[in-house]
């Protein structure tokens, strides 16, 4: 898709129901993410999630996926040696379904990046902020916003691609540097909060389905003034893929 210039539509998705009618809607990619312990469990961050619970999500989410990529959060410290990152790929792809599992983190990363896709795993790399280095970050703040923090973000990226990883996500970055490294990287790069110069976008599920009580403010309410949530969803994918959303309002720079 981002050889032939189309957007790519990601969201994130935990149960089969919701599944059927994302893809029904139309999106390209299904995340599991680890956002879950957020929105499903109730927790303040997702630290608290587990490698079984992970696994299950994606594999009520695989049971449901036709054609749609699915891509499952490695959780909190299931990568913190080669070994660990190995077994927990290895749980998320054969428990799960998943066809690519995702790791957050820069330079400390890369050579467990390198040693899962040397193993055949497709690994997803997320830079920006990272939710589940939140206690060190001292909250969810925009990152890259000076010049050296944005250099270190970009030479993360070309490095984490140069190791194998498949995709990247971008959370939470000027929507300027998000554009320049979507153009100089050859993998397609994921925005959240990252403005509309990506290769695609990803919202959490229940943001834009309005279920947020404080939803963060590059998400948008799709669901608002629409008659279900099918049409919530096709609406989202329309604006993906025409580079609607995100709009100004949803946008840092
Ligand atoms: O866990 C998640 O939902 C994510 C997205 C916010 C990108 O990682």
Redesign the pocket.
């Known amino acids: 898709m981002k050889a032939r210039g189309e957007r790519i539509a990601c969201l994130?998705c935990y149960d089969a129901s919701f599944a059927r009618l994302l893809e029904a809607a139309g999106v390209d990619v299904l995340?599991v993410?680890?956002?879950l312990g957020m929105v499903l469990q109730g927790h303040a961050t997702?630290l608290p999630v587990t490698l079984k619970q992970m696994a299950y999500h994606c594999a009520c989410v695989a049971r449901a996926r036709q054609r749609a990529l699915i891509v499952a959060?490695l959780p909190f410290l299931s990568y913190a040696t080669p070994e660990r990152a190995l077994d927990a790929a290895a749980r998320l792809m054969q428990e799960g379904g998943a066809q690519v599992v995702?790791l957050e983190g820069g330079a400390p990363v890369v050579e467990t990046a390198r040693l899962l896709a040397a193993q055949g795993v497709a690994v997803c790399a997320?830079l920006g902020l990272l939710?589940q280095s939140v206690n060190r970050l001292g909250g969810y703040r925009y990152q890259g916003r000076d010049p050296a923090s944005a250099e270190t973000i970009r030479r993360d990226a070309l490095a984490l691609q140069e190791a194998g990883a498949v995709l990247l996500?971008l959370?939470c970055v000027p929507a300027e540097l998000a554009r320049q490294i979507s153009q100089s990287l050859s993998i397609p790069v994921i925005g959240?909060g990252a403005g509309n110069g990506c290769d695609g976008q990803?919202l959490?599920l229940h943001d834009m389905l309005g279920l947020n009580p404080r939803p963060p403010g590059f998400s948008k309410d799709f669901l608002a003034g629409r008659p279900g949530l099918e049409a919530a969803v096709r609406a989202y994918v329309e604006e993906v893929r025409s580079g609607a959303f995100p709009g100004p309002d949803q946008t840092s720079y």
Request: charged fraction near 25%; avoid cysteine; proline fraction near 7%.
């Open positions: 994130t995340l993410g680890d956002s997702t959060d995702k997320h939710p996500v959370e959240i990803v959490v």
